[in-house]
């Protein structure tokens, strides 16, 4: 079977990180199961279903532009579009959220961080599906329900796959002298602790070793997309602020805000969600990072 | 026959009639690759995370490490005829045993460890059984790629 037989899966989310990772993930499967195309937004998603075909969708819900949700209700409002699958890529959502994505006629949700089994337990069956043109069934399963230091540790170990730098102990002492440290403290209902981040515009070309990424990458920008895939999304900010670490005052980071810059300083205070629970934290350090 | 595999070592087979076995998988980790089309197998026993952290017993000993036993076992079945795309990985271990001190957690980060090995040469986990506070025995039946894992005097078929 060539290779213009194969399904085609469209991802749509503004992290070129997320989208990077689930195009290598799909395309771990030997031999291939579907090929690939991309989106930064839901208007951008929007006019690539309408120039080609597409027979599964994954879709971040916060875009800029047009987010998730707009984009699949334009969807569902048209006959052509309205059969194809959608996968949510999203942060542990809560009942309601999961009720909404119902609604929407969403066939799964991908809650962030994610492994490459996980993916592929969602896409196989879809694309089987969609191969014998049968509609999707809903496949929304109820909200995770973690606890905080379980939400952490996933997230930890998610950022392990994509930079080795911040978890490695025998790595930290090699990052460049520009880096940016970040040290939250946590406390929440099971866990308490600290949370380092740290980034630098040699992060890029580390991240770009294991998946498809721009490899000079400003440390700023490279913490973001550390946030958006890991922490970030396993916490979720208050209403109106999106997802991703919410500093106080609000503007300084915050997920799909273009002008959105990390600049985390000591004293600042940090507001996080995980399992529904508010926490407030402070950044206990900010330095230009030459080691532990 | 059947072919023991030790503590940070690995072993690797093309004879349909072999069974690769290893015993008390504490927090340590057992991997098997399995390539059906050519009918070569391997089994790696390793111990710790990552080769970075001792350099020099790394090159001593590399099947005592995720990374240099994982890139020895795949490198060896490749000489043989394998391909690491179609690679059938399974794994067993890295479990919390009790006489561990906490603070290192060497099960959960040999875990982690194995599981970025994998996400950077692009290799799904076809299946696993990691985690509890027991050791395990796994077995890779060469006859057809089948994986076993004995826990708490139960067999499961991975």
Redesign the interface.
């Given at each position: 079977m060539s290779d213009t037989h194969l399904p085609m899966v469209l991802i749509v989310d503004d992290s070129a990180t997320t989208r990077a990772m689930i195009k290598r993930i799909v395309g771990m499967a030997d031999p291939a199961i579907a090929r690939m195309c991309e989106a930064a937004n839901g208007a951008e998603g929007l006019k690539v279903l309408n120039e080609s075909h597409v027979d599964l969708v994954f879709a971040d819900l916060n875009m800029p532009v047009m987010d998730g949700f707009e984009m699949i209700a334009a969807m569902r409002a048209d006959p052509k579009l309205a059969p194809i699958p959608v996968v949510v890529i999203s942060a542990q959502p809560d009942q309601e959220q999961v009720d909404r994505l119902k609604r929407h006629g969403v066939a799964a949700y991908l809650p962030k961080p994610f492994t490459a089994e996980h993916v592929h337990r969602i896409v196989v069956p879809l694309l089987e599906k969609s191969a014998d043109r049968e509609e999707a069934t809903n496949e929304l399963g109820e909200p995770l329900n973690l606890s905080l230091a379980e939400a952490l540790t996933q997230a930890l170990e998610t950022m392990a796959f994509i930079s080795p730098e911040p978890v490695e102990d025998a790595a930290v002492p090699a990052m460049p002298a520009d880096s940016r440290l970040v040290r939250v403290h946590f406390k929440g209902r099971d866990a308490e602790g600290s949370l380092a981040l740290v980034a630098s515009p040699g992060l890029g070309a580390a991240m770009a070793s294991n998946i498809d990424v721009p490899e000079l990458m400003a440390a700023d920008d490279a913490l973001k997309e550390l946030a958006n895939i890991t922490c970030g999304l396993m916490l979720r900010m208050r209403p109106g602020g999106g997802i991703g670490f919410q500093l106080d005052p609000p503007q300084l980071f915050s997920y799909g805000n273009a002008s959105s810059k990390a600049v985390f300083k000591t004293g600042d205070a940090i507001t996080l969600a995980a399992d529904g629970e508010m926490i407030t934290a402070q950044v206990v350090a900010d330095s230009a990072f030459s080691g532990m | 026959m059947q072919l023991v595999v030790g503590v940070s070592d690995a072993k690797v087979s093309n004879g349909s009639g072999d069974v690769l076995m290893t015993y008390s998988l504490g927090s340590c980790i057992g991997v098997s690759l399995h390539d059906a089309k050519v009918g070569i197998g391997g089994l790696l026993h390793y111990q710790l995370p990552?080769s970075?952290?001792d350099p020099a017993r790394a090159a001593e000993k590399p099947l005592m490490y995720a990374d240099t036993g994982m890139t020895w076992l795949i490198e060896k079945m490749e000489s043989m005829g394998a391909s690491r795309?179609?690679m059938a990985v399974r794994m067993a271990g890295a479990a919390q045993m009790l006489d561990d001190a906490k603070i290192f957690d060497i099960g959960r980060r040999n875990h982690?460890a194995i599981?970025?090995f994998?996400?950077?040469q692009?290799?799904?986990?076809k299946g696993e059984h990691v985690g509890g506070a027991t050791p395990r025995t796994m077995s890779l039946h060469m006859n057809d790629g089948s994986v076993t894992v004995k826990y708490n005097s139960q067999i499961i078929a991975l």
């Open positions: - | 990552t970075t952290a795309r179609r982690t599981r970025k994998l996400w950077q692009g290799m799904l986990i």
